[in-house]
């Protein structure tokens, strides 16, 4: 698991923190913002409902995930994997999610 102190901030978005990854310089960690999130996972801000949903704050991550593979499928043949979106090189733990 990593800690966010040890970390270098690269930069941030709405929803979003990006920071440097320690053993892979070409890689990059993202997590959501805290102020963001409630303690149990939803998005701030949010009805109830709409809050809660499955994924809660992690509704983006999965719609990115998604977008990858369907390009991954749709290139398969042709084995061109050179996509103008970041590639998903796995999860690591955080102490902030």
């Not at 941030?12 to 303690?39: C, W, Y």
Request: charged share 25%; glycine share 8%; hydrophobic share 35%.
């Amino acid at each position: 698991m990593y800690s966010i102190k040890d970390l270098n901030l690269l930069g941030k978005g709405t929803q979003k923190l990006v920071f440097e990854h320690i053993e892979s310089p070409d890689k990059v960690i993202k997590i959501m913002r805290p102020e963001n999130a409630t303690a149990d996972g939803a998005r701030v801000g949010q009805h109830y409902l709409r809050a809660h949903r499955s994924q809660g704050i992690y509704r983006q991550f999965r719609r990115e995930l998604i977008q990858y593979l369907q390009l991954c499928k749709t290139n398969f043949y042709e084995k061109n994997y050179t996509f103008p979106i970041e590639t998903v090189h796995g999860f690591v733990g955080t102490d902030w999610g």
